[in-house]
């Protein structure tokens, strides 16, 4: 790395240290290293149970059977006549009877909320110590999860080798595991690789209903959680992991999350051996995210629905303690992502979410979110590389399909200088269909893109529609091929100033940005109307005052202010059509560079320093219009906004000086003219209009 790039480097992080809140804690967990991948993703066995589960009513049981086919209500009728004479009444009872690896748990249909499990933590479970997450569980280790497991679980299944647990009933809701509010998690799986869940609910949890850990081999098939503080389901540390026919829902963070898969891609480009996770065939709806993953590396998802959620998806490096970090090698195709435009702030507004989380309503419909999300996108991207999104539907999203913004490595606990901008590269869009849903009807997206401009390789497919920056590399047709590339260090600056912004939010707190229209901000209430009035109010008064003071009289002078001030007018309504229209802002930039251009010449030849100093600045301006409405220019690593707003502060400061200092005063003999002094009006670029006037300037 150069010097010059190094120092690019530094500054580049710097100004992301100062727009950047710090990170929240999403998902605290012990110190997990990822599998050594030499597991397998496990088959489903079709055998007879080795152990069964029920409850002993028979009449409860003959009543949630009596709709079953003929075939399987004659088999859960078996079933129960077995289970009654030598089975379990609890799930955690048959799990703690699994005496080698291979085995099955059949659970007949029934409710299952594992009473012997809820019992408070007593004796030396009442006194363990542990670190504390920022959420306020402990933080446990593996011995004292297996010491004291229903501290924090309702159902644990730690170290049991290739069990598999399924449900007997017709639909997945015929089994109910319930944690009715009172364990952080409902299903717990640790270190028990090759497990395969099946054909059941999981359900009102304040962490996770159904949580893989650390696991090399799992597959969770047609399975259903919901109404959760933070997860529906969460796999972490994890490779060989299948999701199939799934569905999650009411949950305050995502309702799929595999975090951390193992990070198994990390040197290589798009084409791969092999993903660590896939996922297929599964909808994640009425959630704040559908899809969730911080180092979520290496996980392949096609054929999913993610509706009616905040955010469809999303993908992260911007929470520390996560194996794998920064997240690289998701691959979403074919996916339905559409209509993702929820709004549960007002329920963190309203107290509604600082109530006990039994008391909250989840099952009606509320939703608690745990961190900030920009509510109506389709795919978040924040800080990841080597993704593939091609050939999914994205549509019906009131603000964009695709968000990208990169997060500096110090977010995630890394210091090292050379890490600090190694987010953001790589990832491409192509072939997917915008704006329109699968059988051809228009539902059109708020804006295709919403990217920071920030990273190298990043490529989106010829005719995107609307977006900002309005131009965008186009990917080729092969994978690694990108026309008109960037590789910026530091996004806008403006858009990093309103992720600032709306990344303060804390559910625990009730603090809800007041400038973020994440948050319902509209007009003033929002930071970039707020930066652009602002900026437009200061250049106006300073540059008002220094065409008056030094360049009234001079014609071309005045009609550039003029166009100045349309620039800045047009700048702040600019502002306030947020991402409705992108010609705006690169119009207001034209107009406001012809000004500054204009001006520095008008004042060359008095102030010959400052004067060129106000045409760079100028051209400073033209260049960064250019660059958002025309082409990202691809041989500088920072966007001109940042070199002009830098350089505007100082003509700012440098143009009260020259405005308050008094104008050259002709030397006797010499009024800029003949002997009458005719042509002294002619010198207003060098003098003062007052000294013209044979008043004080």
């Keep these: 790395m150069s010097w010059t790039r190094r120092l690019l480097v530094v500054l580049a992080a710097l100004a992301a240290a100062l727009l950047t809140a710090p990170a929240a804690q999403a998902h605290e967990e012990r110190p997990v290293a990822l599998p050594d991948g030499t597991g397998s993703v496990p088959v489903l066995r079709t055998g007879a149970p080795d152990l069964l589960v029920c409850k002993t009513d028979r009449a409860d049981f003959t009543r949630r059977i009596s709709a079953f086919p003929a075939p399987l209500k004659a088999r859960n009728l078996d079933l129960f006549e077995r289970c009654r004479k030598s089975g379990y009444r609890h799930l955690q009872q048959a799990v703690d009877a699994v005496g080698r690896p291979g085995m099955t748990i059949a659970i007949l249909p029934g409710l299952y909320e594992e009473e012997p499990s809820l019992a408070a933590p007593a004796g030396d479970c009442a006194r363990l110590k542990a670190p504390q997450s920022q959420l306020g569980y402990q933080i446990l280790s593996y011995a004292q999860q297996k010491q004291c497991p229903h501290n924090q679980n309702l159902v644990a299944i730690l170290g049991k080798k290739d069990l598999q647990i399924e449900g007997t009933g017709a639909e997945r809701t015929d089994v109910v595991i319930d944690a009715k509010y009172q364990k952080l998690n409902a299903v717990r799986a640790d270190k028990s690789d090759g497990i395969y869940f099946k054909n059941f609910t999981a ?184 993704n593939l999104y091609e050939n999914n539907w994205i549509y019906g999203h009131e603000r964009a399909a695709f968000f990208l913004s990169a997060v ?79 590789d910026r ?53 300073v540059g008002g005052v220094l065409w008056w003071r030094r360049l009234r009289h001079d014609r071309t002078a005045t009609v550039v202010t003029v166009l100045g001030a349309i620039g800045l007018v047009l700048d702040v309504a600019g502002s306030t059509t947020g991402l409705t229209s992108s010609y705006l802002p690169a119009a207001a930039l034209l107009l406001i560079g012809v000004w500054w251009s204009g001006t520095g010449l008008a004042l060359r030849r008095e102030r010959p320093a400052f004067g060129w100093t106000t045409v760079v600045l100028g051209a400073l301006t033209l260049l960064d219009a250019f660059d ?17 707003t830098l350089l505007g502060v100082v003509w700012v400061i440098w143009a009260v000086a020259a405005a308050a200092r008094g104008g050259a005063k002709p030397e006797a003999g010499d009024d800029g003219g003949g002997p009458d002094g005719t042509e002294r009006a002619d010198r207003t670029e060098g003098v003062g209009v007052g000294a013209a006037e044979g008043e004080p300037s």
Aim: aromatic share 10%; net charge negative; hydrophobic share 30%.
């Design 408 to 486: 500096p490595a110090f977010i995630r606990g890394e210091e090292a200088l050379s890490k600090q901008t190694d987010t953001s590269h790589h990832n491409r869009y192509a072939g997917n269909h915008l704006g329109t849903d699968r059988d051809g009807k228009a539902r059109p997206n708020g804006t295709d893109v919403w990217w920071d401009g920030q990273g190298e390789g990043n490529c989106w497919q010829p005719g995107t529609g609307a977006s900002t920056p309005r131009t965008l590399p186009e990917c080729g047709k092969e994978r690694g091929a990108v026309s008109g590339g960037a």
């Design 628 to 644: 958002k409405a025309v082409l990202m220019i691809p041989w500088i690593p920072l966007s001109p906004a940042w070199l002009r």
């Design 489 to 541: 260090l530091a996004g806008e600056p403006v858009k990093l100033a309103q992720l600032l912004v709306c990344a303060d939010y804390s559910v625990q707190a009730r603090r809800l940005p007041s400038g973020c229209d994440w948050y319902g901000a509209r007009g003033i209430e929002r930071i970039e109307v707020q930066a652009a009035l602002g900026t437009a109010v200061v250049l106006a008064l």
């Design 203 to 386: 359900q009102r949890t304040t962490f996770n209903s159904l949580y893989v850990l650390a696991q090399d081999g799992f597959v969770i098939d047609d399975v259903l959680t919901r109404w959760n503080d933070e997860y529906g389901f969460l796999t972490f540390a994890s490779d060989h992991g299948l999701y199939k026919n799934c569905e999650s829902y009411g949950n305050g963070d995502s309702g799929i999350y595999p975090g951390s898969a193992s990070d198994i891609n990390t040197a290589r480009g798009y084409d791969v051996p092999r993903y660590a996770i896939e996922i297929t065939g599964c909808r994640s709806h009425h959630n704040m995210v559908g899809y969730s993953g911080t180092a979520g590396d290496s996980v392949y998802v096609h054929d999913n629905e993610f509706d009616h959620n905040m955010g469809g998806a999303s993908m992260d490096s911007a929470f520390p303690g996560h194996p794998g970090l920064p997240q690289n090698h998701a691959r979403f195709e074919r996916n339905l992502i559409h209509d993702n435009n929820a709004d549960y702030y007002p329920y963190v507004a309203d107290g509604t979410c600082a109530k006990p989380p039994v008391e909250r309503g989840y099952e009606q419909g509320v939703v608690c979110p745990q961190i900030s999300m920009p509510p109506g996108t389709g795919i978040i991207t924040a800080g990841g590389n080597w």
